[in-house]
Structure formats: C-alpha cells, structure tokens
C-alpha cells in the first residue's frame, strides 16, 4: 500500500475515535442535569396542557428511555440515536432537531463557502507577498492591515460595515434576500436545488436573485473572511520567510531560476505546510465566527434557530443537537485540511517522515 | 535586565504599556471616576433620568457621554466595564494558562501513552467550536437553577470557584495552545544534557518539571497570555451581544446601539453616544494587548526579531 493512503487511512481512523470522545464528553456534560430535564430530549410534538399531563409523559419517558440508567448505557443509546438521525424534539421549534438544523444549512454553507473561497487565495497570496518584499513597502502594509483586522473584533467589524454600508450608503442590507425576491423564492414555481441561493438563481434563469443574494453576502462574507485572512496571511509569510533562508532555495536560484518562480513554486509549496496546519487548528473558530457573523447581519442561518431558543425556555435538545452538528462540521474538515498536508509534504508521500 | 530596557524603549512597546496602564488606572479609579449610587454593590448601569424616558440624551447635562434609553449613563458603564474586562480578562488568561501549561508539562514529561491520550484529548477540544459550549453550559445552568438543584455537584464547584457559564467555556476552550507547545517543547528538553544531570543527581520529578523545565519552555506561553486577555474579553463581548451569555458592560452598551444602527430607529449618525464609546474602548483594549503580546514575543524570541 503507497504510503500516502496508509497516512489517509490512519487519519481517517481518528475521526470516529474523536467523534466519541467528543461526544461523551458532552453527553457527560448533560448528565449533570437531573433526568427530569433530559427527559425534554424526546418530548415530541404534542401540545401538554397541564403541568400534571407534562409531568406524567415525563416520567413516562424517564422509565421508558431509561434515563435513570449509569452513564454508560444512556450514553451509548443516546449516541446510536444520533447517529440514527433521531436528534431529539426541540419545544422552542416545535420541530425535530436534526430537521431544523439541516433546513437552515444550506444558507450557513453559502455564508462560510464564499468566505473561504475569498480568504484562502488572498491569504495566501498576501503572505507570499509579505514574506517575499519583507520590511518593505508590501509587508509594511499589510502587517498594519493583518494586525488591525485581528484586533477588530468581527462583531464590532460587522457593526461599522452595517453603518457605513447599510445605514449610511444603502448598498448592502442584512438578511439574506428583500422581501420581493424571498416571495419568488418561496413561490413554486422556484425550484431549490443546492440551496445555495446564488448558484439556484442562475439555475432557475432568475438572474435577479442571484444578484440580490449576492448583495447580501457581500459584508458577512467580507467581516467573515478578515480576521482569517489575516491569521493566514501571518502564518504563510513567516513560513515564506524562513523557507527563503534555506540552501535549496539558493541552489534554484544558483541554477537560475527567476526569483518569481521560486517563490512562488518552490518557497510557497513548503510554506502551505504551516498554513495548513494553522488552518485546521482554527477550523472550530470559523464555526464560531459564522455564528456571530450570521446573528450580526440578521443572516437566516444556524444562528437563528438557536438565538431564538436562548430566549425561551430550556431547549437541551437544541443545544445538543448544535454541539453533534457543529463537531460533525469541523471533523471532516480538518481531515480534509489533514489530508491536504500530506499532498503538499514530499517527505510524507516518499513515506520517510510522517505522522 | 538590558533585555527589559530595550523592551522599554521600542515605541511600539511603549504604546502598548501606555494603553493598558490607562485601562488598569481607569479601572482602579473606577468610584472615583464615576461615582456609583451604592457604592458598596456598584451595578453596571446608573440611571441619571427619568428611566421612562426611552429617547437617548446626547452628552451634557451632566453626563460626559450622554445616556442612553432609560436614561441610563454610557460614562458610567463605561468606566465600570473596564473593572469587568480586566478581572474576567486576567482570570480566564492566567487560568488558562496554567492549566494548559500544567497539562502540556506533565504530560510531555511522562510521555508514552499518557502523552498520547493528552495529545488525543487536546485534538477533540479543538474540533469543539466555543459557541457551542457556551451554548451547552448556559442550558445546563439554566435548567439546573430551574429544577432548583442546589445539592448538584456541578452547581456547587460553578459557585465555590465563582464561575459563570461564560469564563468556564473561556477556560475550557482555550488551553490547547498552550498544552501543544509546552508539550513539544518538554519532549524535546527531556534529552538535554542538564535535565539527565539533574535526575542523576536525585532531583524530584517536580522539581525538574518546575525548576528547570518549566522556566525554560514558558516564553510562548507568555506571549499566548498578553494576546488571550484581548482576545478573551472581546469573546465576552461578542457574546454577549449575540445574547448566547456573558455580561459584558461594553457589549451590553452595543446590544442597545446595534438598535440605532439597523433596527427600526436606525440613526447612527443621530445616535453615535449609544455605540461609539464601547465600539472605541473594545478596540482599544484588542490593540493594546495584541500589541503587549507582539513586543513579548520579539522581546522572548529573538529568531522573530530581525531590526525594524
């Protein structure tokens, strides 16, 4: 077996194994609450008029779920539920977990996948960039550039976009889509087929609300990517700077390579390493940042759902469900960043060095 | 000591020195500065009005930066949110810190399999976005006052430790950093020359640990501390704004002025007393630590320091 598919294997391995540590974490967590309160978990639809008739289907549920049960047992049923799709009822929605989660994803993917695809390429570049003229004109810039975009934080960052661009200019509004083009969304006649409203516009030959939702992805996705980007950009430009001090570089340049085709084959090739690598550490965060993001600019994402919850009653469901969903985001996309790495990293795919 | 004076005279230093000493001064003259009605139990807002006065009152009059609905004073909120963003600050950093720290030490010492599962358990917290931890605890403490389940194990240790929801996901979230680079770094000392002397010489497992590894490895961990105490507090804020928990003072002042900038009775311009001076002072304490913790780290490592 080629070394480089053993690597992906083993890393494939560690997903599950962190997905139930993370797991069991959590739902020792829960534990802590009494049984009366996870019981919530599996109250599903129904209006409960009475406290008595509430407090009748919850014991029922306790015996019956067994939520008396030692740790263990619960949770390896409550897991084998999850992963079975049964995430739990939440009050506050009045809805099925899992239902509620993955009908608002497809706008939560919209906002993070334009993000990256901004982020990644500028990042990088402008770490090259920064790294390659380092202590001139370039790098001084965009140091100032990367250490206020880190020091702003995105929600405040979020709020003078909304001044200047919405409040001031009425260039571009919050939310997803005006009200005339969510009419024609909803209406029938617009099919949803990725959910992504910018791409099923076109699909649709709706041009107009391609355009629309574009204009209203414009700030999140700007607020989102720049703190990122700036991490990015960091972390690549000190890799471009240390890789530039090293002895093969002098030797492409000795064998008259252009200074453009080192930089930007052989410095930036073995600079994507630390990049990579930061990137997966910060994978968590951008979930993080996306949340914040969509409850700033009033985004019908994730957020939503979850915001709104909050301010009623307990919804441990709700909060569970977003805690699996969450992690269940970030694992793969680490194993994706993971799995890159090794792409990039000759050393690992001629199998002498690795994990 | 010629290290710490360089330190001193760099300018950038001297900026960052100059705006956390202001937020320390301020938070320490905090009665003085903005007299609180009980000054025995300071709340985080002061009513200078008629609280069923729901228009903002532009500065004068009394208030140095105007109220806002309800009459309540930003200057005062302000003044007393630097008291809560330094404590929560300092506490959720140095908590974390050593925690981190004590986790990556001991661990990297032992090494073999408990290495192993720390390393494990430091790559599942970091597949664990913050916010739904946050999230999870804040449910987990409602339910649990609700239900009044004040003998609950988790209650007590939240109350005896003086915890809220938010400094224990701050904590809980935050140490991995500091364990992966101590961790690394402990591994690699293991081999040095002077640690093998010292266990040759009968010194304690603990003594190694903290006298001569711990001392040697911190750096890092110094600088991630000055950059996290920034960083921290704006966490706070930020969710306190998105409402998921927190208190915030300053993210408070900016639930309210979110409302004149896109809600109903968006005037920002009209408005700028309600958001501008927590929007300023957030930025300003990002800046002034991030700031702390770059000269740190040109100061503790000198690889990174290459002139200006």
Redesign the interface.
Known sequence: MPPILKYVLRRLL?VP??FF??TA??YG??M???P??RAQLYLSGGRMDTQQALQRAIDRIIEERGLDDPYPVQYSRWVSNVLRGDWGWSPVQNDDVLRVLLRRTPATAELTLYSILLLAPLGLASGVIAGWK??RRPDHIFRSLA?VA???????LG??L??IF???LRWFP?GRLGLSEQALVRSSSFKTITGLLTIDGLLNGEAGVSQEALRHLVLPVVTLSLAHWATLGRVTR?AIIEELGKPYIVAARGRGLSTRRTIWFHALRNALLPALNSSA?S???L??GV??VE??F?FPGV?EP??NS??HL???AM??G??VY??MV??PL?LILDVLQVFVDPRMREGGVGG | MKRFFRFLSDQQNQRALTIVALYILVAVYAPTLAPPDNPDEPGIFKVVGRSSDHTPHPPGNGTLLGTLPGQADVFYTLVWGTRHALRLGLVAALTTACLGVLLGAISGYVGGTANHLLL??T??F????????M??????M???T??G?AT???LTVMQTLRLDPVMLTLILFSWM?YARIINASVTRLKGEEYIVAAVSLGASSFRIIFRHMIPNVIAPAIVLVARDI?AMV??E??FT????GGVSPWGML?VV??NY??GPY????AFWWV?LPA?LS??LF??GW?LLGDGLNRLLDPR?Y???
């Open positions: 560690v194994i962190t540590l993370v974490a959590l967590v829960i802590l609450t009494p009366e309160t380092e202590n250490f880190t020091s702003v934080p995105p929600f405040i709020l003078i909304l001044t919405y409040a001031g919050p000190s550490l994978a968590a965060s979930v993080t949340f914040v409850v700033v009033a957020s979850i915001t909050l301010a307990p919804d441990t909060a569970m977003f805690a969450s992690v970030v694992l680490m | 494990r358990v790559d599942a970091l597949t664990f976005p913050m916010i739904a931890g999230y999870l605890f804040r449910e987990v409602t339910s649990l609700r239900t389940d609950s194990l988790f950093p920034g704006l966490l804020a930020a704004f998105i409402g998921i900016l002025g979110r900038i896109v968006a005037n920002p311009l958001y929007t957030l930025i990002g800046v991030n990174s290459r002139g200006r």
